[in-house]
């Protein structure tokens, strides 16, 4: 079955990094556009940033511009998440997810990925 696993979540001071990832398995990896999506206490789950099964088109909320990166290796089925300059604000769970309808750009819908992780805990102290 498909699994999409994050790790590298934790606890950082405000104006520290954390890189997150996020390992497929069960899917063709490549053929997926994947997303990063983050939902903090009592909020909805918001888009953060996606990029294309190819890494070749991204794109951010622009909360995060200039902080944050995200990157792909379809060689380890792997996607990553960078973030820089973290504010208290990021606190949130984050989740990977898998968009398979590519012939449209990333989405920022999350109704349109058909598989998310479980998530991983980023808390940012002030």
């Known amino acids: 079955q498909v699994q999409l696993v994050e790790s590298g979540g934790g606890l950082v001071q405000a104006g520290g990094s954390l890189r997150l990832s996020c390992a497929a398995s069960g899917l063709t990896f490549s053929a997926y556009h994947m997303g990063w999506f983050r939902q903090a206490p009592g909020k909805e789950r918001e888009f953060v940033t996606a990029i294309s099964r190819s890494g070749g088109t991204t794109n951010y909320v622009d909360s995060v511009k200039g902080r944050f990166t995200i990157s792909r290796n379809n060689a380890k089925n792997t996607v990553y998440l960078q973030m820089n300059v973290l504010k208290p604000e990021d606190t949130a769970v984050y989740y990977c997810?898998?968009?398979?309808?590519?012939?449209?750009?990333?989405?920022?819908?999350?109704?349109?990925?058909?598989?998310w992780g479980q998530g991983a805990q980023v808390t940012v102290s002030s």
């Open positions: 997810a898998a968009q398979g309808q590519v012939s449209r750009p990333p989405s920022r819908d999350p109704k349109d990925y058909n598989y």
